[in-house]
């Protein structure tokens, strides 16, 4: 009968704020952990870690140009920018709503010459970034990290073509299957070498795979462009949350613990 019920939902209109936003709240870190079946933030794998720089280390205002980064752990030196080709720092741009590094994907740019302790020749290594907001593009090669030199596989870097994610060591590159499409949301990159073979790695799972010859040099890190400047720079835009660099070839074991990190610490889904 008409009108049976107008008490109740008096009751449900007060509560549904409370309601609501249990619906529409993003899970809270503890929530994200326990599904995890962890029970805190385990952090970045910490052995053979030997360069990390995260937004969260950056003293900045949000929308404050990001002129120089201090690396997190390792010492490998501080990354640098200058003019209108620093990004720029937004206090709240995580998939969390912590800090990140924004690149416009026109000019902006970090380096550092000469980068101490990073895996060169054929060393293994592991190169992990948490990016986001990378745009529908063109097919040129939009770079999101590389180290190394301009010399045929001379560099080992992270960047996005179209609609796949690539690893681009120069020259040579190694680009994701059709079936791990490109997406604007935040993911977690790899690009891992034992020495042998090379990998491409999309939230924790291997994506692609090759065995290169990798001779990688010492010449510098970028960030946002590719080494030289050659092609237009080819700019990503992007967001940045960390990028850490390994002197191992991660395990499974420890591409879980990055993923659990990245969930609990970063939002990432
Ligand atoms: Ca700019």
Redesign the pocket.
Same mark, same amino acid.
């Given at each position: 009968m008409v009108g049976a019920a107008p008490a109740l939902v008096v009751g449900d209109i007060t509560d549904a704020g409370a309601v609501g936003e249990a619906i529409v709240q993003a899970e809270t870190a503890a929530e994200v952990l326990a599904e995890l079946g962890v029970s805190g933030d385990p952090g970045l794998p910490a052995s053979g870690l030997v360069a990390l720089w995260r937004a969260s280390s950056l003293s900045l205002a949000d929308g404050d140009p990001v002129a120089t980064w201090a690396p997190a752990s390792g010492s490998p030196g501080s990354l640098t920018g200058s003019g *209108?080709?620093?990004?720029t720092y937004r206090a709240t741009g995580s998939p969390s709503g912590g800090p990140c590094v924004e690149f416009?994907g *026109? +000019? +902006?740019y970090l380096s550092l010459e000469t980068p101490a302790g990073l895996p060169d020749g054929a060393d293994a290594g592991t190169l992990v970034a948490l990016v986001a907001r990378c745009p529908a593009g063109g097919s040129g090669y939009d770079h999101l990290v590389q180290f190394g030199a301009a010399a045929n596989l001379g560099a080992r870097g992270l960047a996005y073509a179209g609609d796949q994610w690539v690893t681009v060591d120069w020259a040579s590159n190694l680009a994701g299957e059709s079936t791990s499409p490109r997406t604007a949301a935040a993911v977690v990159l790899g690009h891992s070498y034992d020495g042998t073979t090379r990998r491409l790695w999309l939230d924790g799972n291997p994506i692609a795979r090759d065995t290169p010859s990798l001779a990688t040099g010492t010449t510098r890190l970028v960030v946002g462009r590719n080494l030289t400047g050659g092609y237009g720079g080819e700019h990503a835009a992007f967001r940045l949350v960390f990028v850490a660099i390994y002197s191992t070839a991660l395990t499974e074991a420890q591409w879980a613990q990055v993923m659990a990190h990245a969930r609990a610490a970063h939002g990432v889904r």
């Open positions: *209108s080709a620093r990004p416009d *026109s +000019d +902006d």
